[in-house]
Structure formats: C-alpha cells, structure tokens
C-alpha cells in the first residue's frame, strides 16, 4: 500500500524539492503554501504524512500541526525546518510534531525519515 503525503511549505522550490524526494515512495496527495491550506487540504486528503514549513505566511507551521494532531494522532507530522529556529522547534514538538529534518536536507535523509515516521 503506498502512503500518501501533504507537502506544506510557503517556498516553490521547496514543495517541488521535497516532492522530487518522496514522490517514488509517497503518493503526494497536496501542496499548500501555508497553514491555512494545510489544514483545509488536510481534511479532504487525510494524508499519512505531513511535511510542515514553520515559518509561512498566514498560519506558521507551529499552529497548523496543533489543528492537524488534534483531529488525528494517526497522521504523523515532519517538520522541515531551517537549523536557526530551535525554539520554534520546540513548539512545533509540543504542538504534536512527531519528526524533524533540517534545510537545507540531503534528499535521502528526507525519505528516511519519511519511511521510519509511515512503517
């Protein structure tokens, strides 16, 4: 059965980068561009995965993973964020993230991380 996953990031190249990394693996059911779209999309995709941006316009990534584990604890959520927001890390782990991969990130330590948080 192939996992399906929702790509969140408020950067095109990003979404496309993380895409290009899980689309062999993952179907990719979504892209959204901030929290907001996230949540939406969430609701009809139902995904077992989520790749969440932090920082993006609207709704950062910290509060749109709160909306999404408090709909579902079946749906795992993988933060992508840059090394310098450590403590906005931090509130994205008590919001419910379940993992973590840093930009920029080697495309296979994505997948990886991806299969171990879907297995």
């Known amino acids: 059965m192939t996992r399906t996953v929702l790509v969140v990031d408020d950067s095109s190249l990003q979404r ?23 949540i939406e999309l969430f609701e009809s995709t139902e995904p ?3 790749t969440m941006d932090i920082m993006m316009p609207e709704m950062d990534g910290v509060e749109a993973t709160g909306h999404i584990k408090s709909m579902t604890d079946e749906t795992k959520v993988m933060m992508c964020t840059s090394v310098e927001q450590a403590e906005k890390m931090k509130e994205a782990v008590r919001a419910g ?10 495309e296979e330590d994505l997948l990886d991380t991806a299969r171990r948080l879907c297995t």
């Not at 689309?23 to 979504?30: A, I, P, Q, Y």
């Open 48 to 50: 077992d995965l989520v």
């Open 16 to 38: 496309t980068i993380i895409t290009g990394a899980l689309g062999d693996r993952f179907e990719v059911v979504g892209q959204a561009e901030n929290g907001r779209e996230a």
């Open 97 to 106: 993230a379940d993992e973590y991969v840093t930009k920029p990130f080697d």
